[in-house]
């Protein structure tokens, strides 16, 4: 167990004595059983606890690795590799394997998922900072983008752009892996690098799916006032001009000392006051704060887009 940690991975073992031992400690409380499948891993339970559901994921994938040498990673273990965006709900404790095999009899379960990918040995890429044999990162945008809903899939793709993907590495990669035209199109045609975090882009698809007019992101602001200079997260200009100012809050910056620089909640309420204030000199009409919260439950974010007057289109 101390040289799983130590090699940020799971513990396992192929001795029956020590498989019966690891099941009567996580049976007692001090282990936990992380992954069922073969072999079964193991962490201790308060180290387990504090890793965040990322670090979970990259956990599991390399003691996998090391059972199964030969094994290419897509999904949300190569899409933590290469840093891109994404919600930490999405990690389930399952991991995405490559196969070359078409017409493979061995089905996704809930712990190990495949997708098809031709040649997969051919296209694999060696990631030093993981350790691990992943799909390119033009296959694991489409392979996400096959395994999750619009919304959650978009945030992949801003980021993998803002890191310079670009379309024609993902319509190259989508002939190679025959994945659905429509989905793969559809999501390019949304993608903007600039949006500023996972997020955002996770509230800006949401909007889409909402049939809510695309903003503009992280638009530069001048306080006529100040001359203070800031961004604004999402902008609409309305048909009669008005300006609406979106702004997405995680409550993370509320509560994190990192986020704060150790700067009182009250001071945080008053800075983001001040900076409403400035927007509206600089001639928005709306400044509309939402959560994440109100974008994963989608109604709450839907009203106070209708209510600040956001028109909503009829069409899908």
Known sequence: MADAQREGRCAYSHDAAEQAALRRRARAGDFVRVYPGIPSLYAETAYWSGLKPPARTMHIARSLAQVHRTWVFGGL?????YGF???WCLHDGSVTVATSDHGTHRPNNRHLKRVYVPKSSMVQVENEKSGLLLLPRAMTLLDCAASYEFRFALPFF??????GITT?????????MHTDQATTLRLLRHTDANSENGGESLARGTMIE?????PRLQVPVRDPQSGAEYRADFVWTLADGTVVVGEY?????YIDPDMTDNRGVQEMVARERRRDEALKR???REIVHFSYDDVIKRVPLTMKLLKAGIPRGNGP
């Open 77 to 81: 273990v190569a899409a933590v590799a």
């Open 85 to 87: 965006e994404h919600q």
């Open 158 to 163: 801003d980021s993998a752009f803002a890191k």
């Open 168 to 176: 024609e590495d993902v319509l190259d990669a989508s002939g190679r």
């Open 210 to 214: 909402e049939r809510f007019p695309t």
């Open 249 to 253: 809050d995680g409550t993370r910056k």
């Open 282 to 284: 600089a001639g928005a």
